[in-house]
Nanobody
Framework: QVQLVESGGGLVHTGGSLRLSCVAS????????MGWFRQAAGKAREFVSA????????YYADSVKGRFTVSGNSAQNTVYLQMNSLKPEDTAVYYC?????????????????WGLGTQVTVSS
């Protein structure tokens, strides 16, 4: 089993920044992908970004490209999501997910391990 714990959410004004963190513990894999998803009230959970280890290949949803940056430390099993130029439409619960694979999945049902989420609220 893999346990994922997110932190770093909060309330910011439009144009502000936040950095989310996700720490993984438990079973380790030779290669895996750590992803970020978000779910706004009344909407489906959607892919935001992901990073694959080893190799540090990253991928972003078009809606966050150029504003969000995913990074991580595979030795510490920690992934970060730096969110800049935040907009009210970025308001959501943000979830960390992990999957032992070499190819970055972008669908919710392709990830086996999930954190409980952290709330991000962007006020206008």
């Amino acid at each position: 089993q893999v346990q994922l714990v997110e932190s770093g959410g909060g309330l910011v004004h439009t144009g502000g920044s936040l950095r989310l963190s996700c720490v993984a513990s438990g079973r380790t894999f030779r290669y895996f992908v750590m992803g970020w998803f978000r779910q706004a009230a009344g909407k489906a959970r959607e892919f935001v970004s992901a990073i694959s280890w080893p190799g540090d290949i990253t991928y972003y949803a078009d809606s966050v490209k150029g504003r969000f940056t995913v990074s991580g430390n595979s030795a510490q099993n920690t992934v970060y999501l730096q969110m800049n130029s935040l907009k009210p439409e970025d308001t959501a619960v943000y979830y960390c997910a992990a999957e032992p694979t070499r190819v970055i999945p972008v669908s919710v049902n392709e990830y086996d391990y999930w954190g409980l989420g952290t709330q991000v609220t962007v006020s206008s």
